[in-house]
């Protein structure tokens, strides 16, 4: 669709049409609006916004066609991107005016509610929220890209739409009464006040899931919304069509157990909410991640795989037996209770068939492999979800899907379950899943009459490759090439935008990190001009970016450095753009902080590698400046000056992240460890010293609790769990002759290898890699055989978790269904892991000082 006004420049990407005004003012952020609409009025709307928007100065952006605005209302590209069919970027004196004639000329139109923002009038598909106007990008505490704004203050404001309205405390709403037509209530009712809402289950872009009391007759009951318009096909069904088909499976489904009963159906304003009896508070994906996987121990648990198994049979033939199809069965909904003997339930039918008719639809993985593209579905389709789930509950992951060949998806999905699975005491249920994973229909149900009678099977175990140096040489050179064609598009405009991916420049997430690895493949071809060309793309960058290491300015300036762009530090990047080298203050205003990724330490450390490197170059004063900041960073830690904030440590599942190397006190043993070996200093000695040895005296009890049978698989992971702080305690008993940390490592490493085969994610942070370079730096240290092979083990998991064939593999990302090539999410961090395990070692990015 074109879009044009006198005056302004036009152009297009694949998802979106711009119109920039050459008298608007640069603007980092501020008021913005959105229109919402429906796909097939896109063209209509368009007619009416355009001559509104010239009389005013704005930027503003269209989506380009209607099944691209089908797309951003389906919720699948994010929750904050439905209904956003045009957003305009007024100057903020006019941003009342332009958001009033906008409702004025849409008044009775409609479209999705834009859940992050606020509605400018009840009646017209207009919204406003404070928001970013430019991509500035940053690696959060999380580890995922942020869109970030700061205040006049210096404070950092997350500027991602979510799916709530959010405001950053220095803007005031222009809006003097302060409507919020678009906010949810703040203690929601429902159906006139005969629903109390006591608790949200879930956040969803089609709609939100409660828990609420029946006040009429005092009983728990669940409440489902379906949001109008969102999720629109081309038929014109929406959200609501779907939960209108729930709700006659369900009523076809009166009496079966293990299936809610649909108490109620009303509407509230566009939206329809159904009612259904409680089944539970916890389904299976929480149960698994929480308590861990499931097993057949041989005393018919309720934990075990195949009791469970057996319960969800029952429940899909009861309801097979009234006709319907539920074609979405997977872990979030199958709902456990205590009432009896390990219940099931079998929840979520709004796409369910019932007598052969339903609105269609799949879940990656689940059902998607084995649904027919016309056609009803058949009870047999079912039964591969059943295998899908169970593969779930055994290994606590879902199904591999980043191939675009469901038949590579499904034997990769195998090879992992026999990798977390093994042995002959798990080959009646290994069997079992095997047969259900089946394409072929009639071995499904041959499968589902074994599981009825309790008969046993047998599951051949997937071929797997043999892990040498001819594999190595040709998933480096693949994954190489892959890596280097990111880069290209990175630094390509056109591909950039055909792209539409945010692109950060630090390297945790960003550029640097993948062209630090890229650099250690510089003999390969075109690594050397893409690096070249990825690093003067990245200095030409102008990001709001912390003076940290892995997430912050400075990893920029060591990768710009090893790229040969360094320049003297009197005109060095930090000092031209007027950042500051060292932390002033945390992203929330406290105190600054002490961590490895953003904080005191990982910028010290940083700083070391920079000396290094200067030396290397024979500039000893600049060597020397980057070592003085190195200093203020161990003044900053020595006198409390910088502090630990570790996010989450004392929640569930947050595993060792208060001990780990990502946020918490491995992380700044790991500076101290590097700084006194450096320096000499005694004082910093003793203090790595003392830093070892809590970090030494607390790792048993982590290792205890990472061989719990509930224990949470991030106990394994680099950033937060054992694979970091045993790569610490491997570099202490180096820097301080000390061989008791590298027993302590080894134990650490034997933790991680358990835990290794329910990891799902192949990625540095938090996945398989990280664990891989444990393994490597501890074979290395204690020149052990055992962990070499465990390495060798860690790269058939990552294979196994993977797309592309084993020598030309394809690694997810940690959405775990698309590559992308960042260093900690992503298949550059991956080829660091496999880069080493080919030369035997070599260089781990910010832990290698040589």
Known sequence: MAVSIAGRSGWSDDTWSYLNDPRMPAMEHGWKLHVSARPGDLDDVTRLVLPVLSRYVCHAKFARDPEILRRLNSGVVSAGAVGKAVTVYPVADAVVEVALELAAVLRDREGPQVVSDRRVDPRAPVYYRYGPFTGDYRTGRSGRLESVMTGPDGRIFDGLAVGRYRCPPWAEDPFASGSGHGDEPSVPGFGGGRYTVTAGIARAPRGNVYRAVDRTHGRPVVVKQARAFVGEDESGMDARHRLRNERTVLTSLDGVTGVPRAL?????????????????????????????????????????????????????????????????????????????????????????????????????????????????????DDYYSLGATLFFAATGMDPVIVDTDHEVNRDRTLACLAEALPGDAHQGIRSSITGLLNFDPAVRAGTVDRLRTGAAGTARRPARPRIDNDLLDAIIE?????????????????????????????????????????????????????????????????????????????????????????????????????????????????????????????????????????????????????????????????????????????????????????????????????????????????????????????????????????????????????????????????????????????????????????MPLVTQCCGLAGVGELMLEVSDAAASEEFRDAAETIALLILSRSGGTWSRPVFPDTGLARPSATWAGGSAGVLAFFRRLHDGGGARLGLDLG
Request: with cysteine.
């Open 264 to 380: 109620d159906y009303f509407a509230h304003q566009a939206d329809e909410y159904l009612v259904m009896s409680e089944c539970g508070t916890r389904d299976l994906r929480r149960d698994v991640l929480l308590n861990g996987p499931y097993r057949d121990d041989g005393t018919g648990s309720t934990r075990a795989l195949s009791t469970l198994a057996f319960r969800l049979l029952r429940v899909l033939d009861a309801i097979h037996g009234r006709n319907v199809v539920v074609r979405d069965l997977k872990p979030d909904n199958v709902v456990l209770d205590d009432s009896g003997p390990g219940r099931c339930h079998v929840i979520d039918f709004g796409i369910s068939e019932r007598d052969g008719a339903g609105p269609g639809g799949a879940t990656p993985g689940y059902s998607e492999p084995v649904l027919r593209a016309t056609g009803p579905a058949a009870p047999t």
């Open 478 to 758: 693949h994954t190489t090439a892959y890596c280097v064609g990111e880069a290209q598009a990175i630094t390509d405009p056109e591909r950039a935008a055909q792209l539409n991916v945010p692109t950060s420049i630090d390297v945790y997430g960003g550029s640097s990190g993948l062209g630090l690895e890229l650099l250690h493949h510089a003999h390969r071809p075109d690594v050397r001009s893409a690096v070249t060309a990825l690093a003067r793309w990245t200095a030409e960058q102008s990001r709001n970016l912390s003076p940290g290491f892995y997430t912050g300015r400075t990893g920029v300036e060591l990768f710009l450095a090893e790229a040969g762009l360094a320049t003297e530090p009197e005109t060095g990047a930090e000092v031209r753009s007027g950042y500051p080298v060292l932390p002033e203050r945390a992203p929330d205003g406290g105190p600054p902080e002490a961590d490895l990724i953003a904080g005191a330490a990982g910028i010290g450390l940083g700083r070391l590698l920079l000396a290094r490197h200067a030396l290397r170059s024979g500039r000893r004063h600049t060597a020397g400046r980057h070592l003085a900041v190195a200093a203020d960073c161990d003044r900053m830690l020595a006198t409390g000056t910088a502090l630990l904030t570790p996010t989450g440590a004392d929640t569930p599942g947050s595993a060792a992240l208060r001990e780990g190397i990502a946020h918490g006190e491995a992380g700044v043993t790991c500076f101290l460890l590097e700084y006194g070996a450096a320096t000499g200093d005694p004082d910093v000695i003793s203090r790595s010293e003392k830093a070892a040895a809590r970090l030494a005296a607390v790792t048993p009890e982590i290792i205890a609790a990472a061989t719990e049978p509930g224990a949470t698989r991030r106990y394994g992971s680099w950033c937060r769990g054992l694979a970091g702080i045993g790569t610490v305690l491997v570099r202490a008993a180096e820097r301080l002759d000390e061989p008791g940390y590298l027993d302590l490592a080894q134990r650490a490493a034997r933790a991680c290898a358990v835990l290794a085969p329910r």
